[in-house]
């Protein structure tokens, strides 16, 4: 079966500094791979996709970056983190029109 | 463009009472639906999902959801609440491969 791992749980970073935050999906192959984040007291916003090795998608203007390095690994970054930026963020992969999510990774910026 | 639309932020029930969370959505396709289920500090769980055929869906833990086209909604039941279903549920449409979430209902279940 297809599983999602993603880390770390939780993350505190100083404003300014950088961010990598890694998910790798097993069990599956040339899934469609996402970032969405979600702020306290809000909503689900998706962040990037990416439907193959080195096709990233961003959704909205921001700070963070994606890349897929590899068919199953998907990773968002930041050079310089905002304290806009804290928030839990959650990978998620589809094989077809379903979408599952991983356990999510908790980011505050100080 | 998509959207969903979940009515109630916050649905407070009594143990054994009727669950209703109610979803509407917006799209100019037939839509894939769903029903995500999130407990603190956790990510979200898929609770059930419309794409084609039988209009009234069974998911886990004793939810369903009907899709009414006339009324375009997708609205999510379970006749007898229980205190493990407190939870956040968020309704959401896919198109073309990604979901558009609404912004999230929280369900407080009171003994």
């Known amino acids: 079966s297809q599983t999602i791992h993603q880390w770390p749980a939780t993350l505190v970073q100083p404003v300014g500094s950088p961010l990598s935050l890694e998910c790798t999906v097993e069990g599956t192959s040339n899934p469609n791979l996402y970032w969405y984040r979600q702020a306290a007291g809000r909503g689900l916003q998706l962040l990037f996709y990416?439907?193959?090795?080195?096709?990233i998608s961003s959704e909205v203007p921001q700070n963070l970056s994606a890349s897929r390095p590899q068919d199953r690994q998907f990773i968002l970054s930041s050079k310089k983190l905002l304290l806009s930026d804290s928030g839990f963020y959650l990978c998620?992969?589809?094989?077809?029109?379903?979408?599952?999510f991983g356990e999510g990774s908790w980011l505050t910026v100080v | 463009a998509q959207s969903v639309t979940q009515l109630g932020s916050h649905v407070s029930v009594s143990e054994g009472a009727l669950v209703l969370l109610r979803c509407n959505y917006s799209?100019?396709?037939?839509?894939?639906l769903f029903w995500y289920v999130q407990y603190p500090n956790q990510g979200l769980q898929l609770l059930l999902k419309y794409t084609t055929g039988a209009t009234l869906v069974k998911g886990i833990n004793g939810f369903e959801a009907e899709f009414k086209k006339s009324e375009t909604s997708f609205h999510l039941t379970k006749p007898s609440a229980h205190m493990s279903d407190a939870a956040e549920y968020f309704c959401?449409?896919?198109?073309?491969?990604?979901?558009?979430f609404g912004q999230g209902t929280t369900l407080q279940v009171k003994p």
């Open positions: 799209s100019s396709v037939p839509p894939y």
């Open positions: 998620a992969w589809s094989g077809g029109n379903t979408i599952y």
């Open positions: 959401a449409v896919n198109p073309a491969g990604k979901l558009i």
């Open positions: 990416s439907v193959g090795i080195g096709q």
